[in-house]
């Protein structure tokens, strides 16, 4: 691995992740195969994107206008592909028979009651928890959970079936190993970003505990991340057979979802 095969993984990423336009050759998607395990990069891009949407419009509205508007463009911004594919795999897994049938379900463009109340429950869960969160809170839980979201899906990509689709590749050359370092990586970036709005509390929102008693949470939540990722790929493999890019779409969906919700309830516990 080489500085050069990291920036073409990197761009590949925020190509394929986001609806930035940014121009990839194959060189940067097979780089992108290789190295997924540099995913979390992309979630610290998501997690600040977050909080920048968060924080503004809680300036000018409520907490709950601010929770619809943050959820609205991280969808809009992954070109809602994640979303899609959390209504995919709810399709899915509502079926009854064979793999193939569930395949074939998961793989359909109709859009079924599996899929449909599997999407509403993420994005009613998602702003329950957003708009129960402050500024503060959303930093420290919702940041990181973008940050944590992405190393889910190393996770279930590692222990996932390689199937033939777009995520083939990626999931065939994720291992075990891939998830050690997309979970170091996701523990230097939290760590990091920890420390610094620690630091920025201390000095501008004077009294601030909340950052001091902020570490228990966020360990959870990473240790979530890797728990939520291994019952994804189990699902996936039982289920389908395989994990696909519909898979890794709703791992990063449904993640999102539990690990700010088990950072709430420890955060809840330590008060």
């Keep these: 691995m080489s500085c050069v095969s990291i920036f073409l993984a990197i761009k590949g990423m925020f190509s394929f992740f986001t609806a930035l336009p940014i121009d990839v050759e194959q060189k940067h998607v097979d780089s992108m195969n290789r190295e997924f395990w540099l995913v979390p990069i992309v979630g610290l891009f998501y997690g600040l994107f977050a909080g920048f949407v968060f924080c503004l419009t809680c300036v000018c509205t409520s907490r709950f206008i601010a929770a619809a508007a943050t959820i609205f463009c991280l969808s809009a911004m992954n070109r809602f592909l994640h979303l899609d594919g959390t209504v995919d795999m709810g399709d899915g897994l509502i079926v009854a028979g064979k793999k193939e049938d569930h395949v074939r379900a998961l793989k359909d463009t109709l859009v079924g009651a599996g899929g449909t109340v599997t999407g509403i429950m993420v994005v009613l869960m998602l702003f329950a928890e957003y708009s129960s969160l402050n500024v503060v809170e959303f930093v420290l839980f919702a940041v990181n959970a973008e940050i944590m979201a992405k190393n889910t899906q190393v996770v279930t990509a590692a222990f996932g079936n390689a199937?033939?689709?777009?995520?083939?590749?990626?999931?065939?050359?994720?291992?075990?190993?891939?998830?050690?370092?997309?979970?170091?990586?996701?523990?230097?970036?939290?760590?990091?970003?920890?420390?610094?709005?620690?630091?920025?509390c201390r000095d501008v929102f004077t009294g601030c505990n909340k950052v001091e008693n902020c570490w228990a949470p966020v360990v959870v939540g990473l240790?979530?991340?890797?728990?939520?990722?291994?019952?994804?790929?189990?699902?996936?493999?039982?289920?389908?057979?395989?994990?696909?890019?519909?898979?890794?779409?709703?791992?990063?969906?449904?993640?999102?979802?539990i690990t700010i919700l088990f950072m709430i309830f420890v955060d809840f516990f330590l008060e």
């Design 163 to 200: 199937g033939n689709g777009m995520a083939g590749d990626s999931v065939r050359y994720t291992t075990p190993l891939s998830l050690i370092k997309s979970t170091a990586l996701s523990a230097i970036i939290i760590l990091a970003l920890c420390f610094l709005w620690e630091c920025l």
């Design 223 to 257: 240790i979530m991340s890797i728990i939520w990722g291994l019952i994804m790929a189990n699902v996936a493999n039982r289920n389908f057979g395989i994990v696909n890019g519909d898979v890794l779409g709703a791992t990063n969906e449904t993640s999102r979802v």
